[in-house]
């Protein structure tokens, strides 16, 4: 019957519903605020087509056009090394293992540009005009 096939899409669905969300929140607040329209259009397309590229490639490398005679699980052994490599990336890129201590101070710079507290450089910048104009007015 194909209302088997309700259970592994419901299960799809639900899964994306939950994922996704957590994706497009990383891939905003990770980037530069500069840069960040750029990475969710990279995070859409990446979602989107690239992903379903590579199942057509992996389908057509390694999925069998007799299921009697083939090994379909080579399809699926592809996709759990892929899942495997994709998480380890995840967590060299993201730097889990030392909980972001070396990128410490470039996120607190930007939590003060976006929360439009005083940074270390605009105080600089404000002492520096400070002291100019302190110069030009003792000197006239």
Known sequence: SAFWMFIPFALIGAAEILVNPCMYYFAYTAAPPKVRSLIQA??????GS????????????????DLDTGHLEYYYFLNVVCALV??????WLTRCGNNGEDIKEDMQEEVDVTERRPTATSQQLQEAAAAASDSESSSD
């Open 86 to 91: 994709g998480v380890l990336l995840y967590f």
């Open 42 to 47: 990279f995070n859409l397309f990446f979602n």
């Open 50 to 65: 690239v992903s379903n590229a590579f199942t057509a490639v992996a389908m057509e490398a390694t999925f069998p056009n």
